[in-house]
């Protein structure tokens, strides 16, 4: 051991040595300090166990607003529906209804007057 | 392991694979996987916290918490990289804590109660006057210091990962560590010339 190998970069098994026996204690007892860490551990793991039916009470609560805000959004999709009237079809809408201007409408073999058109509008009203 | 080399494991890649496996278990759940790292390393989390602290019980108390404060910290670890740095960097936070908690500014003794009482044969009387007067002279030492050297000499890590684990400059480790080796090895030389 001299001021040389003060400068090394190297641990210096010497001087490790000494100072790990100066850390140590004859007292030291590994396995009951080992003992002691898992206690701990038990502990802990124990404080953040939450149990089953807290779990199930946060779930319910969760499946509870989940079906409120459902309920609240169908509602308003069902009354929407209700609301709006069904629109009527295409043949429906063009289908001839009866009445004379009508009827001269569709059977005359000229092309017809704008009064008999204009007539055939009025009647289906 | 020969009490004369450094306490640190090998950090070889089997070893880092083997450590990485079991802090999956442990974040699994396996218990008994969590107690096999704290046994692996107790031994070294106690020597790094008492060269941090000088108080034994005290030192006993930052090591469990450095333990636990792992555990909880599990999920961060690289495990491409060693665990011992990892973990010893937890450990000497959980110590500095403490000390800081503390709130002493006197120099603070390391526990005479590390040395065991009862009677001894000489052989291990003489031993236990080098460790006493280690421990004064450790205890001298400002607390980053003695917890390089320890680092260094005891548990044999690099400079670069002392660096790491106390959050200061790799040249300031080298630095902390030839400074407390210059006070140590003196006291050495006078035991041995005595």
Do not use: C
Not at chain 1, 90 to 119: E, H, N, Q, R
Not at chain 2, 72 to 77: A, C, D, M, R, T
């Amino acid at each position: 051991m001299n001021e040389e190998r003060t400068f090394d970069h190297r641990p210096d098994p010497e001087l490790g040595g000494v100072l790990r026996r100066a850390l140590d204690s004859p007292r030291d007892d590994q396995a009951a300090f080992v003992a002691r860490v898992m206690a701990r551990y038990d502990d802990a793991l124990a404080a953040a166990t939450v149990p089953t039916w807290e779990v199930l009470a946060g779930w319910a609560r969760r499946g509870i607003a989940v079906a409120l805000l459902a309920a609240v959004v169908g509602g308003f999709v069902l009354g929407r529906a209700l609301q709006t009237p069904e629109p009527e079809s295409f043949d429906a809408a063009m289908a001839p209804t009866s009445g004379a201007g009508v009827a001269a409408l569709v059977t005359a073999t000229d092309p017809p007057d704008a009064s008999i058109v204009f007539a055939s509008l009025v009647e289906q009203r | 392991m020969p009490p004369d080399t450094p306490s640190q494991p090998p950090q070889g890649a089997a070893r880092i694979a083997g450590e990485a496996e079991l802090v999956a278990r442990t974040l699994a759940g396996e218990r008994a996987a969590f107690g096999e790292l704290v046994e692996r390393y107790a031994p070294q989390a106690r020597r790094v916290a008492r060269a941090v602290l000088g108080d034994a019980d005290e030192a006993d108390d930052a090591a469990q918490d450095g333990f636990l404060s792992a555990l909880v910290k599990l999920g961060q670890y690289d495990a491409r990289r060693p665990f011992g740095p990892w973990l010893m960097r937890i450990v000497a936070n959980a110590a500095t804590d403490r000390r800081r908690r503390r709130q002493v500014r006197r120099v603070e003794p390391l526990d005479p109660g590390l040395v065991g009482g009862g009677p001894r044969p000489d052989a291990d009387a003489v031993r236990s006057e080098l460790g006493e007067r280690l421990r004064a002279a450790l205890a001298e030492l400002p607390p980053r210091r003695r917890t390089a050297v320890v680092l260094f000499d005891v548990e044999g890590y690099s400079h670069a990962e002392i660096a790491g684990m106390l959050g200061i400059p790799e040249g300031t480790v080298r630095s902390e560590v030839f400074h407390a080796r210059r006070r140590l090895r003196a006291l050495l030389a006078d035991w041995k010339g005595a």
